[in-house]
């Protein structure tokens, strides 16, 4: 009898038992597996290049939903979480050396290049990795495990190769397998610097896809997606800027006309912006066009005769100001080859 009794408890209090071992993490509740791939080579425009050594590197950790494009079509391919080590840290304690550093010395027209062993390649801008809110968004992921719907328990394919890995990305194209090579190299682009200009004004702004004009823009539509953005504006030199307000049209919705959607333009493009005194700033294709935060560029028009005018840019993503370009003349649409 006091047997029956015990196993009678035992089974009763199963469940209890079930539901202590459960926790308030959706993200960790399958096991995961180490991803394989070669060794990781930087070079470019740094003084020390050579191998990745990851044992140096803290382990990061993201939370991804894959989409991706499929004869023109947007398919969903799972939802993971993988660990692995940040482009932020790998590049860390890579020293930039810029080709045109006589001419302009910031980082903030610096691309970044991740080629892997297909040959594939997509491009970063520096201000992405380095100058955004939310840090360490993008890594080389060696370890992945499935986050498997509750109700539906679908097991979406495991990843078996290491694997770049874009968590801000919409579309998940620039999620390569294998990637080998990472390539630091200034915008290709090169301006005049003009130093104390008596008049600080553009009267207009052209954007220039692939050294021809498409679009010269003297104001804004106002029809084009607006957004007001509060912002607590700080610099990486001069530190606080006052508490201000940035009312202005969303960029992706100037340039959609100009720029298509697409694979190739997730991977390859990258926008220049620059200003009339020569101060110029690079954000890529996806950081503009494929975000999934809800977090957006801004092109402001404060109008004709405005001090330090007319158009000029708002990063919301970033949580410096130094990529608020003011004075725009030109915004350029280049491709990485």
Same mark, same amino acid.
């Given at each position: 009898?006091?047997?029956?009794?015990?196993?009678?408890?035992?089974?009763?209090?199963?469940?209890?038992?079930?539901?202590?071992?459960?926790?308030?993490?959706?993200?960790?509740?399958?096991?995961?597996?180490?991803?394989?791939?070669?060794?990781? =080579?930087?070079?470019?425009?740094? @003084?020390?290049?050579?191998?990745?050594?990851?044992? =140096?590197?803290?382990?990061?950790?993201?939370?991804?939903?894959?989409?991706?494009?499929?004869?023109?079509?947007?398919?969903?391919?799972?939802?993971?979480?993988?660990?692995?080590?940040?482009?932020?840290?790998?590049?860390?304690?890579?020293?930039?050396?810029?080709?045109?550093?006589?001419?302009?010395?910031?980082?903030?027209?610096?691309?970044?290049?991740? =080629?892997?062993?297909?040959?594939?390649?997509?491009?970063?801008?520096?201000?992405?990795?380095?100058?955004?809110?939310?840090?360490?968004?993008?890594?080389?992921?060696?370890?992945?495990?499935?986050?498997?719907?509750?109700?539906?328990?679908?097991?979406?394919?495991?990843?078996?190769?290491?694997?770049?890995?874009?968590?801000?990305?919409?579309?998940?194209?620039?999620?390569?397998?294998?990637?080998?090579?990472?390539?630091?190299? @200034?915008?290709?682009?090169?301006?005049?610097?003009?130093?104390?200009?008596?008049?600080?004004?553009?009267?207009?702004?052209?954007?220039?896809?692939?050294?021809?004009?498409?679009?010269?823009?003297?104001?804004?539509?106002?029809?084009?997606?607006?957004?007001?953005?509060?912002?607590?504006?700080?610099?990486?030199?001069?530190?606080?800027?006052?508490?201000?307000?940035?009312?202005?049209?969303?960029?992706?919705?100037?340039?959609?006309?100009?720029?298509?959607?697409?694979?190739?333009?997730?991977?390859?493009?990258?926008?220049?912006?620059?200003?009339?005194?020569?101060?110029?700033?690079?954000?890529?294709?996806?950081?503009?066009?494929?975000?999934?935060?809800?977090?957006?560029?801004?092109?402001?028009?404060?109008?004709?005769? @405005?001090?330090?005018?007319?158009?000029?840019?708002?990063?919301?993503?970033?949580?410096?100001?130094?990529?608020?370009?003011?004075?725009?003349? @030109?915004?350029?649409?280049?491709?990485?080859?």
């Amino acid at each position: 009898m006091k047997w029956f009794i015990l196993f009678l408890t035992i089974v009763l209090c199963l469940p209890l038992f079930s539901v202590r071992e459960k926790n308030n993490d959706f993200y960790d509740n399958t096991p995961s597996i180490q991803l394989k791939g070669p060794d990781i =080579e930087v070079k470019g425009e740094i @003084s020390n290049p050579g191998k990745v050594d990851f044992s =140096e590197l803290p382990l990061r950790s993201l939370i991804v939903r894959e989409a991706v494009f499929q004869d023109e079509k947007q398919v969903f391919i799972g939802s993971y979480r993988y660990q692995g080590y940040s482009l932020f840290d790998i590049l860390k304690e890579r020293f930039v050396d810029k080709r045109n550093k006589e001419e302009f010395g910031s980082v903030i027209d610096l691309l970044v290049v991740v =080629e892997n062993t297909q040959g594939e390649k997509t491009v970063f801008s520096w201000g992405e990795i380095y100058y955004p809110s939310v840090l360490h968004r993008i890594i080389v992921a060696t370890r992945v495990s499935r986050i498997i719907p509750s109700k539906t328990k679908e097991k979406w394919p495991l990843p078996e190769k290491i694997k770049l890995v874009c968590a801000n990305d919409m579309m998940s194209e620039r999620n390569l397998e294998n990637p080998i090579k990472i390539t630091v190299y @200034s915008s290709p682009l090169s301006f005049k610097i003009r130093r104390n200009l008596k008049t600080m004004y553009s009267v207009k702004m052209n954007v220039i896809r692939n050294n021809h004009k498409r679009i010269e823009i003297d104001h804004l539509d106002e029809n084009l997606e607006g957004r007001t953005y509060p912002s607590v504006f700080y610099g990486r030199g001069r530190g606080f800027h006052g508490i201000q307000f940035f009312k202005g049209k969303l960029l992706k919705s100037l340039l959609h006309q100009a720029v298509a959607f697409n694979r190739e333009n997730i991977r390859s493009g990258y926008f220049v912006v620059s200003a009339l005194d020569g101060y110029r700033v690079v954000i890529s294709f996806s950081e503009l066009f494929n975000r999934n935060d809800q977090v957006d560029f801004l092109i402001i028009d404060k109008g004709e005769g @405005s001090k330090k005018g007319r158009f000029r840019l708002f990063p919301a993503p970033d949580f410096f100001s130094d990529r608020a370009v003011h004075t725009i003349d @030109s915004i350029f649409f280049r491709q990485i080859k």
